[in-house]
């Protein structure tokens, strides 16, 4: 593996949270948008929408919308990453290699 400049995401005042995954990383902005670079075989394409958390799995990736719902996109064998938004009340989100995690609320996980 050779580094190499990718698109410099604006300042790194803009960028609140950070996430890598194997082949691609995420960045929440701010203002609620997010950034994503590297490897977009398995849909690792920027998304619409304001959110408040995101993370990255092995090859897919969740983002936390301000309603509280869990968009995911990207690898699915395993179920990892629905491709529909998962609704609830979700407060918290983590993606593992092969598995995903959701945080409700009311202190249940999904």
Known sequence: HRPRRTKRLQTARNNAIL??????S????HDGSIAIWGLGVFGETPRD??????????????????????LCWGHNTHGQAP??????????IAAGEL????????????
């Open 49 to 70: 929408g304001k959110f408040v958390a995101v993370d990255a799995g092995h090859l897919h990736s969740l983002a936390l919308r301000v309603d509280g719902s869990v």
């Open 26 to 29: 995420l960045a929440l902005r």
């Open 99 to 110: 598995h995903s995690l959701a945080l409700r609320r009311d202190g249940s996980v999904a």
């Open 19 to 24: 996430a890598a995954g194997t082949r691609h």
């Open 83 to 92: 491709p529909d938004a998962v609704e609830g009340d979700f407060t918290a």
